[in-house]
């Protein structure tokens, strides 16, 4: 089974992004710790980041016809993006938002997400942590 990881503008720039939020592992260091749990797990991934928000729109729209899950970091869009909800809502499988930081710990225009409206479960504030184990959770799911 097939597994989209999507992340959203800036964590390109992840490790040297506020280190003091973010963390210091960079993006290809997250990728690595997805496909070591995919491996173990028999899970395919696509793994994909952009800072342009048709571009993950359209990887949504590719998931339908070929994924059975999606993860998603959709960053600040997370705060804006009505155009990303409705993606998520034309997906048919479960969606895990991951945020890398607490969300709720921070300014008052990040605590709410509309990609929350769609998505199954949320993890919030465990560092990139957080994907790995949405990985691990969504392997459940598909059991
Ligand atoms: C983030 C939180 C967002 O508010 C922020 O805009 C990001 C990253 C996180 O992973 O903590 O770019 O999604």
Same mark, same amino acid.
């Given at each position: 089974?097939?597994?989209?990881? +999507?992340?959203?503008?800036?964590?390109?720039?992840?490790?040297?992004? !506020?280190?003091?939020?973010?963390? %210091?592992?960079?993006?290809?260091?997250?990728?690595?710790?997805?496909?070591?749990?995919?491996?173990?797990?028999?899970?395919?991934?696509?793994?994909? !980041? %952009?800072?342009?928000?048709?571009?993950?729109?359209?990887?949504?729209?590719?998931?339908?016809?070929?994924?059975?899950?999606?993860?998603?970091?959709?960053?600040?869009?997370?705060?804006?993006?009505?155009?990303? +909800?409705?993606?998520l809502n034309c997906?048919?499988?479960?969606?895990?938002?991951?945020?890398? %930081?607490?969300?709720?710990?921070?300014?008052?225009?990040?605590?709410? %997400?509309?990609?929350? +409206?769609?998505?199954?479960?949320?993890?919030?504030?465990?560092?990139?942590?957080?994907?790995?184990?949405? +990985? !691990?959770?969504? !392997?459940?799911?598909?059991?």
């Amino acid at each position: 089974r097939l597994v989209f990881i +999507l992340n959203g503008p800036n964590l390109n720039l992840l490790g040297k992004r !506020q280190p003091e939020i973010y963390g %210091s592992d960079t993006l290809a260091d997250v990728e690595a710790a997805c496909r070591r749990i995919a491996e173990a797990a028999e899970l395919e991934i696509r793994f994909h !980041q %952009s800072n342009r928000e048709y571009e993950l729109i359209d990887w949504i729209h590719e998931a339908r016809d070929c994924a059975a899950g999606i993860i998603i970091n959709p960053a600040a869009f997370t705060h804006t993006s009505v155009a990303l +909800l409705d993606a998520l809502n034309c997906f048919e499988g479960p969606v895990i938002e991951v945020h890398i %930081s607490n969300i709720h710990k921070r300014e008052a225009f990040r605590h709410h %997400s509309y990609v929350s +409206l769609r998505a199954d479960g949320v993890i919030a504030g465990l560092g990139v942590a957080g994907y790995p184990l949405a +990985l !691990q959770h969504m !392997q459940r799911l598909l059991e």
